[in-house]
């Protein structure tokens, strides 16, 4: 079992960044939209997934969840690169993808409405963040599980 | 005097940052539809005014570029307003943090520009061009000013 290379913060960050990508696949945003023809009216919407949403959302939390993965792979395959800037990296981008997607509840264009994908996406994000502050702070101590 | 307290690095890091978020306050996609005249019956014209619409980053329906811009914008110019004030304060992470957010500010911009462009019948506007010429910028300086931590310039 190659777990035990990996520390908690990697592993948390690894999870939720699993989590996150299977997450993106939900429905995030409901675009509604009604019509009246000859005084019958018809009210419709379309679900939108993370990916479907014309959003650079998509991309940045694609790198996000690529960049937090990267850590745990590279233990479980027995790399030993060193990257002292990967937890920085993880905390700051993970943080500002936490902002990103709580600004997305309020500011979210007119006739769109949020679903439960992006309430979940919130969570495994910051969770990440977690997960990389945590590896900061086990760099700091050397501690390795 | 401001720029004895900057390295090179963080000074273009800080002029980068300025750009885009001067660039945010540009037209980043609008379109424009209309104008000339039409013909009618009778051989007459009739003018037919033009319709424009454009957005800056701010205005972009649902997008998370202006957060984002205003995030990138203050981590980067943070060294710069740290030396205005005369504070005394310093973050170890900031050149580390400045790259990184420049970088992905970059590859933001660009998804903007192609695979992740609002709308249909949109046309791109000078203002996402430029916030991509000082994401670059930005990156640039935030990578020059982890260089001249290292080699102890500062």
Redesign the interface.
């Known amino acids: 079992m190659q777990a035990n290379r990996l520390s908690q913060g990697q592993l948390i960050a690894a999870i939720a960044a699993i989590a996150l990508f299977i997450i993106s696949f939900l429905p995030w ?1 409901s675009i509604g939209g009604g019509i009246t023809v000859g005084g019958i009216s018809a009210v419709g919407s379309v679900n939108r997934s993370m990916w479907e ?8 939390l694609l ?1 996000v969840i690529l960049l937090a993965l990267a850590p745990a792979a590279l233990a479980l395959l027995g790399g030993g690169a060193d990257a002292p ?1 990967a937890p ?2 993880i905390t ?2 993970a943080g ?1 993808g936490t ?2 997607i709580f ?2 509840l309020f ?4 006739g ?1 409405s949020i679903k439960i994908g992006l309430i979940l996406g919130l969570i495994a994000c910051g969770a990440i963040t977690v997960g990389g502050w945590l590896q900061m702070q086990e760099d700091v101590r050397g501690e390795r599980y | 005097m401001v720029g004895g307290r900057l390295s090179q690095g963080q000074v273009i890091a800080a002029v980068g940052a300025a750009v885009v978020l001067v660039a945010s306050f540009l037209d980043w996609a609008g379109a424009s539809a209309g104008g000339g005249s039409v013909g009618v019956p009778g051989g007459a014209s009739v003018a037919v005014p033009s319709v424009s619409l454009s957005y800056d980053a701010w205005e972009a329906p649902g997008s998370v570029l202006d957060v984002y811009i205003l995030v990138a914008g203050v981590v980067a110019l943070l060294p710069a307003l740290l030396a205005v004030t005369d504070a005394s304060e310093e973050f170890s992470f900031v050149s580390a943090a400045t790259l990184i957010l420049g970088v992905v500010g970059v590859l933001l911009v660009a998804a903007f520009l192609t695979v992740d462009f609002p709308g249909h019948g949109l046309e791109r506007k000078v203002g996402a061009y430029v916030g991509l010429a000082g994401f670059i910028v930005m990156a640039i300086g935030g990578f020059r000013a982890m260089q001249e931590e290292v080699a102890g310039e500062i």
């Open positions: 945003f949403y014309e959003n650079p959302l998509d991309i940045y790198i800037l920085v990296a700051l981008l500002v902002l990103l600004y997305q500011d979210h264009g007119s769109v």
